[in-house]
T-cell receptor
Framework: KNEVEQSPQNLTAQEGEFITINCSYS?????LHWLQQHPGGGIVSLFM???GKKKHGRLIATINIQEKHSSLHITASHPRDSAVYIC????????FGEGTQLTVNP | GAVVSQHPSWVICKSGTSVKIECRSL??????MFWYRQFPKQSLMLMAT?????????EQGVEKDKFLINHASLTLSTLTVTSAHPEDSSFYIC??????????????FGEGSRLTVL
């Protein structure tokens, strides 16, 4: 079993839909990162969480430390949100989930 | 916001040559930088942790003589792929852990470097 598990692996949505991507991990962590990787490969760090909830624009990330679970939400999704979303947990180093390929159709 | 510059963004080289990839933090100091490798349609894999002024810590299975890492300053780490072979073709990404300033403790990623070895 991977230390970090994401679901779903693939997600297709229509523009405007509310999207949720889940991440579960099995070890104690100091922080959890949500990353966005575009087709060209470049990675953008969306959030770093150690507790609670963070919001940036249409993106919301939550974490439940007791349950070892985090979610990334996208409200009013748009085709430009299409990317791979990666959950990564940090102790002394980062361990990555497999990623969720999101496609938002117009 | 904090920026990590990675260079080159893509490189093609002949088998047997060495390739150097730079990872530079532009507006913050990073005592720790991480190097990752990503194969097509696969997750990122940590290769090594680079600490300024000391030897890098390599993950199991990563050849330290093959992938030379140098972190000579608080803003620059380099990864050199020595005697490259086609199986070294991959996407290499660095990240930098910020210290000091307004973004302490955050992790910032470079844009990645795509290496193709012919």
């Amino acid at each position: 079993k991977n230390e970090v598990e994401q679901s779903p692996q693939n997600l297709t949505a229509q523009e405007g839909e509310f999207i949720t991507i889940n991440c579960s991990y099995s070890v104690g962590i100091s922080a959890l990162h949500w990353l966005q990787q575009h087709p060209g490969g470049g990675i953008v760090s969306l959030f770093m969480l150690s507790s609670g909830k963070k919001k940036h624009g249409r993106l919301i990330a939550t974490i439940n430390i007791q349950e070892k679970h985090s979610s990334l939400h996208i409200t009013a999704s748009h085709p430009r949100d299409s990317a791979v979303y990666i959950c990564a947990v940090f102790r002394s180093r980062l361990t990555f989930g497999e990623g969720t390929q999101l496609t938002v159709n117009p | 916001g904090a920026v990590v510059s990675q260079h080159p963004s893509w490189v093609i080289c002949k088998s047997g040559t060495s390739v150097k990839i730079e990872c530079r933090s532009l507006d913050f100091q990073a005592t720790t930088m991480f190097w990752y490798r990503q194969f097509p349609k696969q997750s990122l894999m940590l290769m090594a942790t680079s600490n300024e002024g000391s030897k890098a810590t390599y993950e199991q299975g990563v050849e330290k003589d093959k992938f030379l890492i140098n972190h000579a300053s608080l803003t620059l780490s380099t990864l050199t792929v020595t005697s490259a072979h086609p199986e070294d073709s991959s996407f290499y990404i660095c990240s930098a852990l910020s210290v000091g300033g307004s973004v302490t403790g955050e992790l910032f990623f470079g844009e990645g470097s795509r290496l193709t070895v012919l």
